[in-house]
């Protein structure tokens, strides 16, 4: 698949403006039976990446994914993702913080979450709800104990941007490589497929009034998207704003990124010593000698 993915990936430091970029690109594929082949070759590839990373051991890849609603989060994760080793990968989804976790930094719950070395780590929705969400919706910050005086005085959202990068460059200094997906969505797409979830008994628990009511917010969340992506996106922790109204051309994207990040790492089995050579050349033998027992 030929794709400059790099298109979609936010500059460091550039002023996002979400309207000027496309919910809706040309496919990459030319009919239904090509895309289904098409994925299915990524993730074929992934599957076999992700079992030389979980053997190389030496880097972790955590993957996060944000949108507004009916965006497609859960269907990309699960295409893209079907083929990967369940053993070496987690999906985390994060709904409203705990009693405990109100006790604690907005970072905290998401760090115990994190991809230990070999794994890959995928985020539904993150830490980043703490600067999109809260703050198209500032009334949640009364409830997370936050000092007045730190609320109050006026740079709370600059402040919680320098902790989240200050603290993916520590990760990456470490070996997590952390890839990051916006999933921009039009507003006449999602009433669409709200307007689905309703026609589809079987869909129809996905949709609340609650959904209706954010739809209200839906400027103020382009805006506190376009604050938040500006000011996060770095070399070392990319946002890549992937058109999402085409499911399909969406889970193509997001593979292909993420194929391009594990290819990046330079990914190999572990080569086997002198000793280790020697020590199952020893196994060896024990085995065979229990063919003549």
């Given amino acids: 698949m030929h794709f400059d993915c790099d ?18 690109v040309k496919p990459l594929y030319s009919s239904r039976e090509e895309y289904k082949e098409m994925l299915a070759l990524q993730v074929e590839h992934l599957r076999k990446l992700q079992n030389v990373h979980y053997a190389d051991n030496r880097f972790s890849l955590l993957l996060i994914f944000q949108a507004m609603d009916a965006a497609g989060k859960d269907s990309i994760i699960r295409h893209v993702m079907t083929g990967v080793n369940p053993q070496g990968c987690q999906v985390f989804s994060f709904k409203h913080p705990s009693a405990e976790e109100l006790e604690h930094d907005f970072l905290w719950r998401s760090n115990r979450c994190l991809p230990e070395r070999g794994h890959i780590g995928i985020f539904n929705r993150s830490y ?13 910050l009364s409830a997370e104990g936050i000092a007045d005086e730190v609320i109050s005085g006026g ?36 009433r669409k497929r709200f307007l689905s979830r309703i026609d589809a008994p079987e869909k129809n628990w996905k949709l609340s009034m609650a959904d209706i009511e954010e739809r209200k ?75 003549d027992v």
Avoid at 128 to 140: D, F, G, K
Avoid at 171 to 176: A, K
Avoid at 234 to 248: F, G, L, M, R, S
């Fill in 7 to 24: 298109a979609l990936c936010v500059q460091e430091g550039t002023n996002v403006n979400l309207s000027a970029l496309p919910t809706l």
């Fill in 128 to 140: 980043y709800e703490e600067v999109l969400i809260v703050r198209v919706h500032p009334e949640i």
């Fill in 155 to 190: 740079k709370i959202w600059e402040h919680r941007y320098r902790s989240i990068v200050d603290m993916e460059t520590h990760l990456y200094r470490n070996g997590t490589r952390i890839v990051k997906f916006f999933l921009h969505l039009s507003k006449a797409e999602q």
């Fill in 217 to 291: 917010y839906w400027d103020g969340y382009m805006k506190a998207y376009e604050a938040c992506l500006g000011a996060t996106s770095t070399k070392h922790a990319p946002w890549y704003v992937v058109p999402a109204d085409d499911k399909e051309n969406a889970r193509l994207i997001v593979s292909r990124v993420i194929l391009d990040t594990l290819e990046s790492l330079d990914l190999s089995y572990p080569l086997s010593s002198e000793s280790r050579q020697k020590e199952l050349l020893d196994i060896r033998e024990q085995l065979k000698a229990e063919e």
